[in-house]
């Protein structure tokens, strides 16, 4: 009858059951420390925007933009530093009137040999702006404006 060694099969098995766990152990804590922070559920969640600029000097102004506001959002308290001083009672209306931009155009044709770029260059270096074109068997017809 073949005897048994139950001691020596069970410390094994405890040895590999603590190297198991150990090897575990490791990879959850390295798994944590790759994202430190983290507070979304997954990974790329989308979070909602909270951010602070603070400008300590004149140098470190950081030009914003704000998009996307709902119709319930607050009004942002904003507070312009800088010479000259302004300043205004928070009752104060201030009026504002939309000025409507005067414009004059004019069409340039380009022919079908010449460079376009080089025209185009040589009119918005003299404050033209090229709004549409349209493209014929003699060449192409720009249309151009710039405020009045």
Not at 66 to 79: H, S
């Amino acid at each position: 009858m073949p005897v048994r060694l139950l001691g020596r099969e069970n410390t094994m098995t405890k040895t590999a059951v603590v190297i198991v766990s150990f090897v575990a152990i490791a990879a959850a804590r390295s798994a944590m420390l790759a994202a430190p922070g983290q507070s979304t559920a997954r990974p790329g969640e989308i979070l909602p925007a909270r951010v602070w600029i603070e400008n300590r000097n004149r140098n470190e102004a950081i030009p914003i933009s704000i998009e996307g506001l709902t119709d319930f959002a607050k009004p942002l308290r904003v507070e312009v530093v800088g010479t000259p001083v302004v300043s205004l009672v928070p009752t104060t209306v201030v009026q504002a009137r939309f000025v409507r931009q005067p414009w004059e155009h004019r069409t340039m044709t380009v022919a079908a040999g010449q460079d376009l770029t080089v025209a185009l260059m040589q009119a918005g270096n003299d404050g033209w702006e090229a709004v549409s074109s349209q493209l014929s068997p003699s060449g192409a017809i720009v249309l151009l404006k710039r405020p009045r």
